[in-house]
């Protein structure tokens, strides 16, 4: 667990959950602020809504219980996949079990946009300021969600590895995010 991660443990056990933003600090060489695996445990604070400065991505593991994201509330288990863009209001509730993990991916979207591909920029901004604009919730059954679930894998098994390098990272993170813009229902909206 790196630094950065322990100090937002510590600090979310002393203070108060609020529907404050929780930023997450800008990294000075990537658009991947940073790359969390972190259990959640139970009970929470009545109020647990927040946003963030960024766009989170989040997969759950293991656990189950309920999200609230965008208006919806909906089930989540181990293989929920959740995209929640820069500022959208969120909340997790465990249900029933000690805890739940999560692995978590804050991504800087300007920058990110701004150094990617022309026909993949298109894509994912289409996606995030279209489809997404209120966060995106794949069931684990979803075969998006499945194909996420194995990049983001591949994500942090890179990143325990020395030998591989921020842009093989970052390089897998575009393709997450152009395979979850490119979902049937995405492509069929975007024609209508």
């Known amino acids: 667990m790196t630094t950065f991660e322990k100090d937002r443990l510590r600090r979310m056990a002393e203070e108060p959950v609020n529907p404050e933003c929780r930023d997450y600090p800008p990294a000075e060489d990537s658009f991947i602020s940073a790359m969390t695996d972190m259990p959640w445990y139970p009970p929470y604070a009545a109020e647990t809504a927040h946003y963030h400065n960024c ?9 189950t219980g309920i999200v609230e994201m965008g208006g919806f509330r909906r089930r989540f288990e181990g293989g929920t996949l959740l995209v929640v863009p820069r500022g959208v209001r969120h909340a997790q509730h465990n249900a029933g079990d000690p805890y739940t993990r999560w692995r978590y991916i804050a991504l800087d979207v300007e920058r990110l946009l701004s150094e990617c591909p022309p026909a993949c920029r298109e894509l ?11 966060g995106l919730y794949l069931d684990p059954a979803d075969e998006a969600a499945a194909q996420g679930a194995g990049i983001i894998e591949s994500m942090f098994a890179r990143r325990r590895d020395d030998a591989a390098g921020q842009a093989q990272i970052e390089a ?10 490119h979902r049937r229902d995405f492509e069929e ?3 209508e």
């Open 189 to 191: 909206e975007k024609k």
């Open 124 to 134: 994912i901004h289409g996606a995030l300021f279209g489809m997404w604009s209120d």
């Open 55 to 63: 766009m989170e991505i989040g997969l759950c593991l293991s656990g």
């Open 172 to 181: 897998l993170a575009l393709v997450l995010l152009t395979v979850l813009a």
